[in-house]
């Protein structure tokens, strides 16, 4: 009680630490003629840390299964808190649902779609804690009142742009990055332990043998990083809880990257797993210099660089973030554009079922989404495109 006169807050292993360092203690216990005698149990209740964001206080497990509307055991099971999911077989009892899903570059990504019930608890911790904790200044993605135009704006008109592909942001964050969030919130050990289960998950072994077999020496390599991710707690690409997650997770990554950037004369942002970096004459010299740092940086943060996706874009070529060109000023490419226009201009003359070849199941919703993307961007073509659109007649 001399070094703690109050419940410390730390975690045990810290306690354990300090008891072991000090001589009297492992001298008590050499000393001592048989066991050692209890004379009575010291115990504390749980309380919240400091606060630094205005989340709800729940100081035990008992507090947050009454905040999440649910019980005691209905919380150890969705929080997996005996560990089953990473052995379980398909059934009733899997907490997520699992689809093995193609990408256009290669290779495949798993979605895990979280159940009915844990999936309302989720977006309960999402709305009621995670929103209420601000990411870094330079994420973009999954941030209320940015967007990709807020991310890409930062580096328009610049005389060099570069970008940077995370490889599987979301299981690359590690256990501990998420588990520290909640406890920077404030979270006794106990809470935190079970907010980091629900928002995180195991995959079980039955699905990773699902997937399809690498084509490649490369594809081999990376989707053995991918197994040893999906094998340890990791955010799963399905969860509401994880964009917001994996930006808070990343929190120390932008710090030091924009304190690169900073000192590097650049600009940085970050949307999701596209990092941004731009700026004059002369960083266009020393290109080479800032990726060597930001693969260093990357590397000790946990991170890994996809392969082959790195550009390096100057103005005398196209530079383009996210799918808008920023050589000017944010902004479609006249390609896409004119693309846009003509399928717009023959759905008009010949019917929107002729051009729907790629079979969206709501093409109507498809093109508005794509003309709403351009004004977003451009107004003026915007508002071109959509009078060409209200001309189109739709069946039905």
């Not at 019930?117 to 990411?135: A, F, Y």
């Not at 997650?245 to 924009?258: E, I, K, M, P, T």
């Not at 000023?329 to 008009?348: F, W």
């Amino acid at each position: 009680m001399i070094f703690f006169p109050r419940p410390p807050h730390a975690r045990l292993e810290l306690l354990a630490e300090v008891l072991a360092s000090r001589p009297v203690f492992p001298k008590g216990f050499a000393d001592s003629s048989g066991r050692a005698r209890i004379v009575r149990w010291l115990t504390s209740e749980p309380r919240m840390d400091r606060q630094p964001w205005p989340v709800p206080s729940l100081p035990t497990q008992a507090d947050l299964a009454d905040w999440l509307g649910v019980t005691g055991a209905q919380l150890d099971w969705l929080a997996d808190a005996p560990g089953i999911e990473r052995t379980s077989k398909p059934g009733r009892w899997r907490r997520y649902r699992y689809t093995w899903i193609p990408k256009r570059s290669g290779g495949e990504r798993l979605l895990e779609q979280p159940g009915l019930d844990l999936m309302q608890v989720q977006r309960k911790v999402l709305h009621g804690i995670l929103d209420r904790v601000p990411p870094h200044d330079a994420a973009h993605g999954f941030v209320a009142g940015r967007s990709v135009r807020s991310f890409v704006e930062p580096h328009a008109g610049q005389a060099v742009v570069v970008r940077v592909d995370l490889e599987d942001f979301f299981f690359s964050v590690r256990p501990a990055r998420i588990w520290a969030v909640f406890r920077t919130a404030g979270y006794p050990d106990g809470v935190t332990n079970a907010l980091a289960g629900l928002c995180t998950n195991r995959t079980p072994q039955a699905v990773l043998a699902q997937a399809r077999q690498p084509e490649s020496v490369s594809e081999v390599d990376a989707r053995w990083r991918l197994a040893r991710r999906l094998e340890s707690r990791h955010l799963p690409q399905g969860a509401p809880t994880s964009p917001a997650l994996a930006n808070l997770a990343a929190y120390r990554l932008d710090v030091r990257l924009s304190a690169l950037a900073t000192a590097m004369g650049a600009r940085y942002t970050r949307y999701a797993d596209d990092l941004a970096f731009s700026g004059g004459d002369a960083l266009s010299r020393r290109t080479h210099k800032l990726l060597r740092y930001v693969s260093q940086i990357l590397r000790e943060e946990g991170f890994m660089t996809r392969a082959g996706k790195t550009r390096v874009m100057r103005q005398g070529a196209q530079q383009r973030l996210a799918g808008v060109v920023v050589n000017a000023h944010p902004s479609v490419s006249r390609a896409d554009y004119e693309r846009l226009k003509a399928i717009l201009h023959l759905c008009r003359t010949r019917g929107p079922a002729s051009q729907n070849t790629e079979g969206h199941p709501d093409f109507r919703a498809y093109l508005l989404g794509r003309i709403a993307w351009v004004a977003h961007l451009h107004p003026a073509r915007g508002a071109k495109l959509r009078a060409t659109f209200e001309q189109v007649v739709w069946a039905g």
